[in-house]
């Protein structure tokens, strides 16, 4: 059984307190003036519904009801946090070629108010959702038991959205930002002078609490990173037999003297992320969980 997050409570409960200012400039961005829309419909109570209407991850609940809460409407879900989206026609709230999501009440402005916003943030969600749970099973059938990450290359602006998604779809986020942990790669060591220096100095100031990785292009620079304390080797842009090699010469030349943990990275995608299965690798990451993937579909039609 996969010990994703959703099994263990909501994922609202890990937003930061600033998350919902977030949405509030979401808002003032599509609408940073008079809203003409808005004066045509007014105010009467107006009901809607979200359609799914591409296979995917539904992810992003918390956002789409803020979204809507700052218009002054309400969201009642249908579909859980991480569920399919069924376009056969079966299953509540399905029809053929869509499913119901959700229902939206309020005020006619303030439905059209949240709608492209709450839209565009549930599709990009629900796409980097989508593509993390496909990797990781396609992953799982290849036999591969370690995690599948993500990157820092996010949207800027986007981020939270984005390690949301892949919490969804099963993934560790890795790293939010660079006060998370210490990751030391080559402009790092090259501007230090070296990768012993550079984790020494790292640990310097990191203390206890903050684990220090670093980006090796050869085994010998991993066993340099390793003997000078880091916890993480990340294996950059190795092929796929070249990992294979070097995370199982590492492993056994290291064991019983040091605990690090394997990072193979650089270049993995869907296509190809099956050559670098390795258990001797504690971590696959890669962006094309969360960059380019391809957004779900969904709409909002007011009910008339």
């Given at each position: 059984?996969?010990?994703?997050?959703?099994?263990?409570?909501?994922?609202?409960?890990?937003?930061?307190?600033?998350?919902?200012?977030?949405?509030?400039?979401?808002?003032a961005?599509?609408t940073?003036?008079?809203?003409?829309?808005?004066?045509?419909?007014g105010?009467?109570?107006?009901?809607a519904?979200?359609?799914?209407?591409?296979?995917?991850?539904?992810?992003?609940?918390?956002?789409v009801?803020?979204?809507?809460?700052?218009?002054?409407?309400?969201v009642?879900?249908?579909?859980?946090?991480?569920?399919?989206?069924?376009?056969?026609?079966?299953?509540?709230?399905?029809?053929?070629?869509?499913?119901?999501?959700?229902?939206?009440?309020?005020?006619?402005?303030?439905?059209l108010?949240?709608?492209?916003?709450?839209?565009?943030?549930?599709?990009?969600?629900?796409?980097?959702?989508?593509?993390?749970?496909?990797?990781?099973?396609?992953?799982?059938?290849?036999?591969?038991?370690?995690?599948?990450?993500?990157?820092?290359?996010?949207?800027?602006?986007?981020?939270?959205?984005?390690?949301?998604?892949?919490?969804?779809?099963?993934?560790?986020?890795h790293?939010?930002?660079?006060?998370?942990?210490?990751?030391?790669?080559?402009?790092?060591?090259?501007?230090?002078?070296?990768?012993?220096?550079?984790?020494?100095?790292?640990?310097?100031?990191?203390?206890?609490?903050?684990?220090?990785e670093?980006?090796?292009?050869?085994?010998?620079?991993?066993?340099?990173?390793?003997?000078?304390?880091?916890?993480v080797?990340?294996?950059?842009?190795?092929?796929g037999?070249?990992?294979?090699?070097?995370?199982r010469?590492?492993?056994?030349?290291?064991?019983?003297?040091?605990?690090?943990?394997?990072?193979?990275?650089?270049?993995?995608?869907l296509?190809?992320?099956?050559?670098y299965?390795?258990?001797?690798?504690?971590?696959?990451?890669?962006?094309?969980?969360?960059?380019?993937?391809?957004?779900?579909?969904?709409?909002?039609?007011?009910?008339?």
């Open positions: 059984m996969e010990n994703v997050p959703l099994e263990h409570g909501s994922l609202e409960h890990l937003l930061p307190p600033s998350w919902k200012s977030v949405v509030t400039a979401w808002l961005e599509d940073p003036s008079f809203d003409y829309g808005g004066f045509v419909v105010g009467d109570p107006r009901t519904t979200l359609w799914g209407k591409s296979g995917g991850i539904v992810a992003g609940r918390p956002f009801d803020e979204v809507f809460a700052q218009c002054g409407c309400a009642e879900w249908h579909v859980r946090e991480g569920s399919h989206i069924e376009l056969r026609g079966h299953g509540e709230g399905a029809v053929r070629g869509k499913m119901r999501v959700a229902t939206v009440t309020g005020p006619a402005r303030g439905v108010l949240g709608e492209r916003v709450a839209l565009n943030l549930l599709a990009r969600c629900s796409g980097v959702a989508s593509m993390t749970r496909c990797m990781l099973v396609n992953l799982r059938a290849a036999g591969y038991a370690g995690a599948l990450a993500g990157t820092r290359k996010t949207t800027p602006g986007f981020r939270l959205v984005e390690k949301y998604g892949m919490l969804v779809g099963g993934a560790d986020a790293r939010m930002d660079l006060s998370s942990m210490i990751m030391l790669k080559d402009n790092h060591v090259w501007s230090k002078g070296s990768i012993t220096d550079a984790v020494r100095a790292a640990k310097s100031v990191g203390g206890f609490t903050l684990k220090v670093v980006e090796v292009r050869t085994e010998d620079e991993a066993d340099e990173a390793i003997a000078a304390g880091a916890d080797v990340m294996l950059d842009n190795f092929t037999d070249g990992v294979k090699v070097a995370a010469s590492l492993k056994e030349t290291w064991a019983g003297k040091k605990h690090f943990l394997i990072e193979v990275s650089g270049g993995l995608t296509d190809n992320v099956e050559n299965v390795c258990n001797d690798v504690d971590i696959l990451s890669t962006s094309a969980i969360h960059q380019g993937v391809p957004h779900i579909d969904f709409s909002l039609k007011i009910e008339v």
